[in-house]
């Protein structure tokens, strides 16, 4: 039913296919008008909230495979994650808000590393992971966002990305990760050596 749905607001050219992730299979997109109608008519249903948040559940959900395969490289899935840069911007200024969902937001970002990387725009990704951390969140997502602030910064000579690998390295060791705490002891390692 959602196939059909979506062929008949594409024959009304209510949505347009304007690219093709790796796998052939069209993205679809809502022209401005029908973006900005639809965000009306959620507002005044009070559905506003709901959608944005499965919005940003949705890309944590695709981009999860990407952090847990990191060591991994597969091009396919870099350029499918790659891809998604402008929905993890909005998904996490959403987050930001104060309608949002902060441990969501904090969530979504802790596996964005290759988003930042692919689309290089490290110092992006750098920045929001950095204002990120000041947010309260669970140990395990603070691992998370540590690591991918070390990973963004093993090409700078930044103290807070040092700072970073050495908080990661130390919340995977109490979270019982020893693979998670290599990883991040290897991004202590490339930090310090460029300081």
Request: net charge negative; glycine share 6%; aromatic share 6%.
């Amino acid at each position: 039913a959602a196939l059909d749905l979506l062929a008949h607001l594409v024959e009304k050219s209510l949505v347009t296919t304007d690219a093709f992730d790796v796998d052939g299979s069209p993205r679809y997109r809502l022209l401005e008008t029908a973006r900005a109608y639809a965000l009306e008519q959620l507002s005044a249903e009070g559905e506003t909230r709901a959608l944005l948040r499965r919005h940003a559940q949705a890309l944590y959900d695709l981009l999860l495979p990407s952090y847990e395969d990191f060591r991994a490289f597969n091009a396919p899935l870099w350029e499918t994650v790659g891809a998604e840069l402008d929905n993890v911007r909005s998904a996490h200024d959403w987050a930001m808000r104060p309608e949002g969902d902060r441990a969501l937001g904090s969530a979504l970002l802790s596996i964005s590393a290759r988003v930042w990387l692919v689309n290089g725009l490290l110092l992006e990704g750098l920045e929001r992971c950095l204002r990120q951390l000041k947010e309260p969140m669970a140990p395990e997502v603070e691992a998370r966002l540590q690591w991918t602030v070390a990973r963004l910064g093993a090409k700078e000579s930044r103290a807070d990305c040092l700072a970073a690998a050495r908080r990661a390295a130390e919340l995977f060791r109490q979270l019982g990760d020893p693979l998670s705490e290599g990883e991040a002891l290897l991004l202590l390692v490339l930090n310090g050596a460029r300081r």
